[in-house]
C-alpha cells in the first residue's frame, strides 16, 4: 500500500467493536508507535500501556462514571500515552506524534482508531492511574482506542486548511 494510500484510508471512525485484535497487529502497531519523532529523542519520558479485556472495561466503566459516557467507542484495545517530560507543550507534541502513528498503522491493517485527548479528563481518576500503574512523575496525555470497524460510518472529511505560501 502506497502511504499516500494509508494517509487516506486514516479516519477516526467511532463505531468500534470490541472483537480482541490480532497480536500481530497489536506488535505491528507498537513498532511503528516506537517510531514516531519525539522532544529531543526522550523515548526514556514515555511509556505505552495497553488496556484489553477486564482492565479496559473496568476503564470504560470509570469513563461513563466520570464524563457520562464511555469515550473509548467500544472498542477492544485503548493504548494510554504517559509522558514525563520536561513541559506540556512536550508532552502534547511527543503525545500527538506517537498517537498519530499508532492511528496510521492501524489504518494500515485496516483497524479503526480514534485519537484521545480526551481521557485528560480522567487523568485524575484513582481507579484509572492504579490499572495504569501509573507512576508520579507521569502525566496521561492521550490515548488511542482502536477496534475493528463495525461500521464504515465517519464524519465527513470535505474542510481544507489553508496554505499559504511565502517567498
Known sequence: MEFKDVIYKRRSNRFLSDKPLKEEDLNYIFEIAQRAPVGMGKYEWIRLVLLEGEALKKVQQEFVNVVGKDVSYGGSALIYILHTGASDAIDNLDGGAIAEHICLAAAERDIGSVFLWSVTRTKDSEV?????????????????????????????????IEVLKVK
Open 128 to 160: 484509572i492511574n492504579r490499572i495504569l500503574q501509573k507512576k508520579d512523575n507521569e502525566k496521561v496525555i492521550a490515548a488511542v482506542t482502536l477496534g475493528y470497524k463495525s461500521s464504515e460510518e465517519v464524519r465527513d472529511v470535505s474542510h481544507k
